[in-house]
């Protein structure tokens, strides 16, 4: 792009904007200046395609050397060319009889008369005319373009987001210590939220993480090694938005269907999990990647139903009544593969019984290691003293503790309330689980503001909430 500039002159024009604002001050009404950058870029240009024009096969950098070269030497033809240069710039910008009369005046050495107006503004015009020629302009523009390439203004903040989130062997490790200049010292890791074991001292992982492959793509994105589709041209900006980032639209097919479930389900913290247990981490139930290994007595159908399905026919009862009779086992044969109720035979029961609870959990931070610690131990009283905790959050958007709700005023209009707890009227106990158990279908799905219209619900700045609880109950508290 800077050889491209150079070679239409607008390097050398646009090093003459002093003087062209001088021009401008001095210029009688009616001068047309867009004609004059237009006669100064076509006299640059001229120069350049008379002495060195760029070749479409030529490095930047071997055209630099070779206009520079060519300053250097200065045959002939070029001394004549830029002669000719010379002459169009004066004319254009300068009075001819100003030039000429402080020629003389440098000639006959007469400093003591008053300075010439004009002596400043030839002067800049020789000065220009030389870092063009001799190539100091083109290098500038390619040093400026580099730096416009490689600039990364948002570089810092990309790398301090990635440097605050928990790495692999960090599970047990609340802050960075250590030395204060390197990493986030003294900041908690994030993601802040609770991990696989954060209560017991077998095998503790107080905190999640995140995957190695979610941590390699945010490293990619962190060293700059991505594509903004949106200053490259591949997509236009008003089709991004950060506040729906996925495309909404009719579920069609039974596939999409089932990535619409499965996209939300969680991937951890596992204790022992939500929609599936621990033991979807083992990578022995899977015999390729998205694919569960089961176990072949319980899953070799002669026809499934979504085959029959497709073909509008009808499964024979007797193809699953063949398994009736034939007992789960209790354990576990990764070898073989799965049984029906594997991935959730370790779940709560009832299931609501820990979507009831899992709101919070109360994480020992004392030492890395130690899930539980005995502050009353006689042996160590110094551990009661400096016992710390940390109240941690485990699945806020699967399980959401407060949010804002749409409520009907009576007359009809939906009015937004301010955060409540979204699971009230439950308590996190034993008597509260049970009630979860059928109190569960009346609380209220977490969703975009529908009050709001596009253009507000989609501003970074709002004040009023994005997200609101709408379809509760009648008979939920």
Known sequence: MAVYSHSLGTLGAEALEPALMRRERDAPDGTDLDALIVKLNQAFSDFVQTVAPPTPQEAPDAYLKRWQKLHQDAAEAYTEAAQTLRDTVHALLVPPQAVTRLLARRAENKTAKPADPNEHLVDAIARVLTEFRSGRLLAQAFAAAEEAATNDPYGPMRRFLFDVLRRPGEENIFRVQGDPTTRTYHLPLMPLLAGDNPKYNDTPSKFLRLTDMQLYLLRQWADGKFINEVTAGFVPAAAI???????RGPIVTGRQLDQGVLSNL????????????????????????????????FSSFAETAAQANARRGTVNPMTYIGYAEDDLSQDSNYATGLQPGDLTKTSALPWQADFNECTTQTIDITYAMWNQIDPTNPADPAMAREQKTWETMWWPAHRPLQVAELVDDGSGNLQTTSALNWSRGIPQTSAGDLKMVTGWTGLSFVVLNPTLPPTVLNSPQLDQPRFVGVERGKDTP
């Open 266 to 297: 969680l991937g951890g913290a596992f204790f022992p999990g939500a929609e599936v247990c621990w033991i979807i981490r083992n990578p022995g139930v899977w015999y390729e990647p998205y694919r569960l290994k089961a176990d072949p007595t």
């Open 241 to 247: 938005n950060p506040w729906q980032p996925y495309p």
